[in-house]
């Protein structure tokens, strides 16, 4: 698993307080212990806001919100 100090630091290296972090795991199955970083998101993942609101969008552009 990845070292939460890390991850902290990854967070201040963009001055973010906030971050979800995917991670891959590599290796043979089911011994895979080889976490590969992919991409921290400063913003979390909304897809879920679309089928909980039961909406065609997530999210309303610019050109929707005025």
């Not at 990845?2 to 891959?24: I, N, S, T, Y």
């Not at 199955?29 to 089928?51: D, K, M, T, Y």
Request: glycine share 10%; with cysteine.
């Amino acid at each position: 698993m990845p070292d939460k100090a890390r991850l902290h630091r990854c967070l201040a290296a963009f001055g973010l307080v906030f971050g979800c972090f995917d991670f891959a795991l590599a290796g043979a199955a089911p011994e895979a212990a080889s976490w590969v970083f992919i991409e921290a998101n400063p913003n979390g993942q909304w897809g879920f806001v679309r089928l909980a609101c039961r909406t065609r969008r997530a999210a309303a552009s610019g050109s929707y919100a005025s």
